[in-house]
């Protein structure tokens, strides 16, 4: 199924109608979520009206995070089958997972304040999504500069690999270590968040999710897009 | 073995190193990237004296005292195993209450004591509506 894909114009065949489709999905559910959460949800016990941060926070880390696993799974899959779209495909994860990772510690930094008294602090789950941040910028930059050179992309695909080594530290740093960071509230099977103020999360969380996917299969087909018009650009050229 | 094989098995070798990284730097930095000391974590062993650290656990119920002039605060920080006296000269964030978290910064006495000179309030994983939360979580507050 993946070696199947694996083929540009079967990808593209997919991609096209698929686009439109996950986009304004995403768009629709994350907008409801976000309407539900603001209005049709109780407020914390504790932390009253900012409690309402969590709509875009948790689906934001999630992303953050989840990207990175994207970004790791194609560059692993580029090293291991030299399949030209994996490399596409981690290139373009990685703007859209940074843009999440910046969000979450946004909006994690504007939910501190006024719960922890701090705008921020150096625990270990802030540092660590920091760096995960960071990566995402040292990726990017990894990736663009080897383009530019003419590269064939294993350089940023090894780095990508070695990236995921931030998401156990990430995921687990409030359990192994003493943190400012709250534990974990979303289990598989169970949840600290009371069901009355739960529900809208999981819409943002599919929402954004969507909208992930629609902006990545986006950026994938005007990268294969470029790489065309470069092809008959070089042929022109050579004529 | 082809030499698609070969890097199928070295791929796979490669991430299981990384996440065998990620899992000696989370053992390794166990003491080292705590951000805090549980009371629990200090008893019985030499205090961190003469340098600036956290102290992090349960505000005790029933153990805020408010002084005299207003701005200070005595109060006990416990994780269950061991308790820590704190005082504290400031403003208080919000959510600082008897019974729920709290991470303190300051230093140590050698009495075993605690001056806190900035309180940062933990709140824990769980979140509920007030009709829920009801009278089980009511504790007093500095505003009573």
Redesign the interface.
Known sequence: MIHALANPTRFLKLARPLTPVLFWAGVALALFGAWAGLTQTPADYLQKESVRILYIHVPAAWLGMGGWTGVAGASLGYLIWRHPLAHIAARSIAPAGAVFAALCLITGSIWGRPTWGTWWEWDGRLTSMLLLFFVYIAYIALARADSDRGGDGRVPALFGVAGSVLLPIVRYSVVWWNTLHQGQSIGLTSSSIDGSMLWPLFFTIGGFTLLFAGVVLMRMRAMLATQKVEARLRRMAAR | MKP?HQ??VL?LL??GA??G???L???A??DE??????PGDVAGKPLPLGKAVRL?GMVEQGSIARQPDGLSIAFVVTDGKARVPVAFRGVA???F?EG?GV?AEGKFNPDGSFTADN???????????????GNM?KSETLDK
């Not at chain 2, 990237?33 to 549980?38: E, R, T, V």
């Not at chain 2, 309180?119 to 939360?133: G, I, T």
Request: hydrophobic share 50%; aromatic share 8%; glycine share 6%.
């Open positions: 698609k890097r199928l791929g490669a991430l990384v996440l990284a990620s899992g730097a989370l053992s930095l166990r990237a705590a951000f805090f000391y549980a992090g964030p919000d959510l209450k729920s991470v309180l940062l309030a933990k709140h824990d994983e769980r979140y509920m509506p007030p009709q829920v939360a979580h």
